[in-house]
C-alpha cells in the first residue's frame, strides 16, 4: 500500500486494484480520484428517506381517493334532490291544472 498527501485533502490511501478509501468528517464524505469531492452527509438512512417518501405518497393517495368519492357522492345526491324536485313540481302544476 502507498500513501499520497495532499496539502488541503485528508489522507488518501491507495489499495492496488481497488478504489481509494477516504477520510469522512462527521458532516461531510469525501470522495473521487484523489477526494477532491466533498459531499454533505445524508441525516437519515436512504431505506429511512424511502419509506417516507412512500408513506407520504401513500397519505396523498388516499386523500385524493377520499376526495373525488366525496365529490362523487355529493354530485349525484344533488342530482337525486333535483329529480325529485322536478317530479314534486310537475304533480303540483297538475294539480292545479285539475282544479282550474
Do not use: W
Not at 484523489?34 to 424511502?50: A, F, M, W
Not at 417516507?52 to 377520499?66: H, Y
Not at 334532490?81 to 292545479?96: A, F, K, Y
Amino acid at each position: 500500500m502507498s500513501s499520497i498527501s495532499f496539502p488541503s485533502i485528508k489522507k488518501l490511501t491507495l489499495i492496488p486494484f481497488q478504489y481509494c478509501s477516504c477520510k469522512e468528517s462527521d458532516t461531510h464524505v469525501f470522495n473521487g480520484k484523489y477526494c477532491e469531492v466533498k459531499v454533505e452527509k445524508l441525516q437519515l438512512e436512504s431505506t429511512y428517506i424511502v419509506a417516507i417518501a412512500a408513506s407520504v405518497g401513500g397519505v396523498i393517495v388516499i386523500a385524493a381517493a377520499v376526495a373525488i368519492v366525496c365529490l362523487v357522492y355529493r354530485l349525484r345526491r344533488r342530482n337525486t334532490l333535483n329529480e325529485t324536485d322536478e317530479r314534486s313540481g310537475l304533480v303540483i302544476t297538475n294539480l292545479l291544472k285539475d282544479l282550474t
